[in-house]
């Protein structure tokens, strides 16, 4: 049985939600379960939680579109609103920031449509996900940033394991830090699959799965 338990952090108004155990995610094999299920979804913490986050952003930085991946729209509409709060610059001509969630193809890529291309299209794009570990998602959002004509103001995540992406800096609430012992383990160097220990669950952006 997953326990999950509150980590104290001294920044903010929410504790971290954390579990230890052997967990398999799309891209690694992972030793904590890091559950942000209520800064993604519950006004209150969402609120607190982009408070956090703006803070750590300089705003001589444009931001027009924050592109919302692993269903953080409710954070992401807490981002642009707090982002407005602070006086960050836009360059879009309405003076306002688009929130905007991906369209994924049926080969897993980032697609954008026609009317909302213009979010896109020499704008600047921050991109908000739920965590960040091996940055393979965050590579691909960027990627297809770029392929629209968009400009990449930076990658925004609850929790991060690591420090930039592509040169892109990566800000956060909690980081690897804040659990010094956290470790990432491609699915072939395991060493919990060395030893013969079961995955205790599969994770992914929208929580997990006890097996």
């Known amino acids: 049985m997953i326990q999950i338990s509150n980590l104290p952090v001294q920044r903010g108004k929410v504790p971290l939600r954390i579990a230890r155990g052997h ?5 690694s094999h992972i030793n904590y379960y890091i559950d942000i299920t209520y800064q ?46 602070s006086g ?4 879009n001509a309405h003076q306002t920031i688009y929130v905007l969630e991906p369209e994924y193809n ?3 890529q980032i697609i954008f449509r026609d009317n909302v291309k213009p979010m896109i299209q020499g704008k600047t794009v921050l991109v908000l996900m739920a965590s960040v570990s091996t940055g393979f998602t965050a590579k691909r959002s960027i990627e297809a940033i770029h392929y629209y004509g968009g400009h990449v103001a930076g990658v925004a995540a609850i929790y991060r394991a690591v420090d930039e992406i592509g040169g892109y800096p990566v800000r956060s609430v909690y980081s690897v ?5 956290y470790e990432s383990y491609d699915y072939h160097d395991c060493p919990y699959c060395k030893q013969g220990k079961k995955i205790d669950a599969l994770v992914n952006s929208f929580g997990f799965s006890a097996i």
């Open 88 to 91: 960050f610059r836009t360059i």
């Open 106 to 108: 049926a080969n897993s």
């Open 40 to 85: 993604k979804t519950r006004l209150s913490e969402a609120k607190d939680s982009a408070y956090e986050l703006v803070s750590h952003f300089v705003n001589d930085t444009p931001i027009d579109t924050v592109l919302c991946l692993d269903g953080t729209a409710v954070l992401g509409t807490c981002v642009a609103d707090e982002l407005t709060k």
């Open 177 to 181: 830090s804040d659990i010094p012992d």
């Open 23 to 27: 967990f398999a995610t799309n891209h």
